[in-house]
Nanobody
Framework: HVQLVESGGDSVQAGGSLRLSCSAS???????MAWFRQAPGQGREGVAS???????NYASSVKGRFTISQDNAKNTLYLQMNSLKPEDTAMYYC??????????????????????WGQGTQVTVSS
């Protein structure tokens, strides 16, 4: 059973930066992992994904501002968020797909692709 624990969420002003971390429990392997976010009253949105090859995918709304990375030695997934905007305000979740080594470019942002989820960390960006 994989446990994922997010951290790093905070309240910042627009233009600021944050780095989110997602710590995975034992048996961390280089499967497809992703960050999602959910704003109040909205559905969960795929933000970025990374697979065992280091191949990444990004939502168009964050491309060029956010960077996903992973440290296999530390069993940790990261999301570096720069130039934050008020519309980035959301609960951010990390997710892991232990059934796929690769993140499919067409389906990486679909919730159903992931079978393990963290509890989330709140990011609030004020204007």
């Amino acid at each position: 059973h994989v446990q994922l624990v997010e951290s790093g969420g905070d309240s910042v002003q627009a233009g600021g930066s944050l780095r989110l971390s997602c710590s995975a429990s034992y048996m961390y392997s280089s499967y497809c992992m992703a960050w999602f976010r959910q704003a109040p009253g909205q559905g969960r949105e795929g933000v970025a994904s990374i697979d065992g090859h280091g191949t990444t995918n990004y939502a168009s709304s964050v491309k060029g501002r956010f960077t996903i990375s992973q440290d296999n030695a530390k069993n940790t997934l990261y999301l570096q968020m720069n130039s934050l905007k008020p519309e980035d305000t959301a609960m951010y979740y990390c997710a892991k797909d232990t059934l796929s080594y690769d993140c499919d470019s067409g389906s990486w942002s679909h919730e159903v692709e992931y079978n393990y989820w963290g509890q989330g960390t709140q990011v609030t960006v004020s204007s």
